[in-house]
Each structure stands twice: as structure tokens, then as C-alpha cells.
């Protein structure tokens, strides 16, 4: 029986998420239409390692700089707009699975493809710039050396491309 509980714990680790496994929406999250769960979702490959993961301080340095970047776009005249007809809670939370997804944390990213999550929002360049500003204020404040910030940055501008529309 003891071997049956380990074996069952250390697969739910081991197996890839499949999309019938992974909820598209959580409490408190406005229900999405399915799509297909995978980690080309996430826009980037992950960092090798977990010294990208350490820098970022884990969990909780990437939830306060997923929040700070949120709550200042948010409250920004520039992006705010974007931001009132989105779910918070869901932008959050998937957010944060793909910053430690591709920050060599070891989390499965479950949201829609960069593309798919952009495509009825209408983002300007000008919108990316400032939601980039943001996430470098967010990482001062945070203290993550300049050096760090720029190798992840370097892995999320190629998403522009998916996610800038007009």
C-alpha cells in the first residue's frame, strides 16, 4: 500500500499535464473556453536550472513581482483600460505559473497560448512598453540585479509577437 501511495505521488509529479487534467478555471475565476494545456503556452523555454528560480527569490519574490507589475499596470492611466475588463484573479495566478514555469522553477503553466490570451485585447507596442516598464519597477523593488532582469526580459520579448495585435 505504501509503495502504491509513493508510486501514485511521484507520477503526479513526473507526468506532463494533459488538458483534461488541468482546470481552466479556478474559484474566483471567470470559466474559459477549453483549450489544449502545454508548455509551448508559456511563449519561452525555460531557464536551465534553478539559479534564475533562486534570483527571483521562488514563490513568493515572483508572486510580489507578478502583483506589483499587475497592481501598477492597473492603476496606471497609460494600461488601465486593459486591465478592467480582465479577471484579475486568473491573470494572476497564470501569470506566476508562467514566470516560475519559465524561470526553471518547475511549475506547469496552464494558461492559453500567448497568442490566444492577447488576441481580442488589442495591445499597442506602446501598451508592451509600459507593461515592461512596470515589471522592471517591479523587479527594483525587489532588488533582482540589473544583470538577472535583462536575461529574463530578454526571454519575454519575443512575445511581442504574439501578443501585440494592433
Known amino acids: ?24 478555471h479556478r474559484a474566483g475565476e471567470e470559466a474559459v473556453d477549453p483549450y489544449e ?24 519574490g515572483v508572486g510580489r513581482i507578478v502583483d506589483g507589475t499587475l497592481d501598477r499596470s492597473a492603476a496606471d492611466p497609460r ?5 478592467r475588463a480582465t479577471d484579475m484573479v486568473r491573470l494572476r495566478r497564470t501569470l506566476k505559473e508562467q514566470f516560475c514555469f519559465i524561470l526553471g522553477g518547475g511549475c506547469v503553466y496552464t494558461g492559453r497560448s500567448m497568442a490566444d490570451a492577447h488576441d481580442d485585447i488589442g495591445l499597442q507596442a506602446t501598451d508592451f512598453a509600459v507593461l515592461v516598464e512596470h515589471l522592471q519597477a517591479a523587479m527594483r523593488a525587489e532588488g533582482i540585479p540589473f544583470r538577472v532582469q535583462n536575461r529574463f526580459l530578454a ?3 519575443p512575445m511581442h509577437l504574439d501578443t501585440v495585435t494592433r
Open 79 to 83: 494600461t488601465a483600460d486593459i486591465f
Open 1 to 24: 500500500m505504501r509503495l502504491l501511495a509513493i508510486t501514485l505521488a511521484l507520477s503526479a509529479f513526473a507526468l506532463p499535464a494533459l488538458a483534461q487534467d488541468v482546470p481552466h
Open 37 to 60: 494545456v502545454g508548455p509551448a503556452n508559456a511563449g519561452a523555454e525555460p531557464f536551465e536550472g534553478d539559479e534564475m528560480w533562486r534570483a527571483f527569490g521562488g514563490a513568493e
Open 155 to 157: 526571454k519575454l520579448a
